[in-house]
């Protein structure tokens, strides 16, 4: 079922205002927008995870316990070090954000505040 356009307008209006107001929270969900991965660990973290593998298999055919367990543990390695995201990267868009949502004074009502004042006429029928 699609959205009515009055729906529309007010999720859009929501997310504007979770950007500008919630900067912290949007770049721990839903990261920075722009930000290119980090190939080379991403490279790094396969290689080791397919080394990982290979010792893996190697230690099981041999029954050698601890190369397998070495495998095991190159393989998980690997995966941390493909997934991780880089610290360079995230660092530095954080500050801009917070600076720009905190320059803005804000009049009125909080966003909430409209919200629940939209639901109240809402429920009233007045919209």
């Known amino acids: ?66 190369v397998g367990i070495l495998g095991f543990a190159l393989m998980f390695a690997g995966v941390l070090v493909a997934i991780t995201p880089s610290k360079r990267g995230a660092a530095a868009p954080a500050p801009n954000e917070q600076s720009s949502g905190a320059a803005k004074p804000r009049s009125g009502s909080g966003f909430m505040d409209r919200m629940n004042e939209r639901w109240d006429r809402r429920q009233d029928g007045h919209e």
């Open 1 to 66: 079922m699609p959205l009515s356009e009055q729906e529309q307008r007010l999720l859009e209006e929501m997310e504007r205002n979770l950007y500008r107001n919630d900067a912290d929270f949007v770049h721990a969900v839903g990261g920075v927008r722009g930000r290119r991965p980090n190939y080379r660990a991403i490279v790094l973290g396969v290689l080791l995870a397919v080394a990982g593998v290979g010792a893996l298999i190697v230690g099981v055919a041999t029954q050698i316990l601890i």
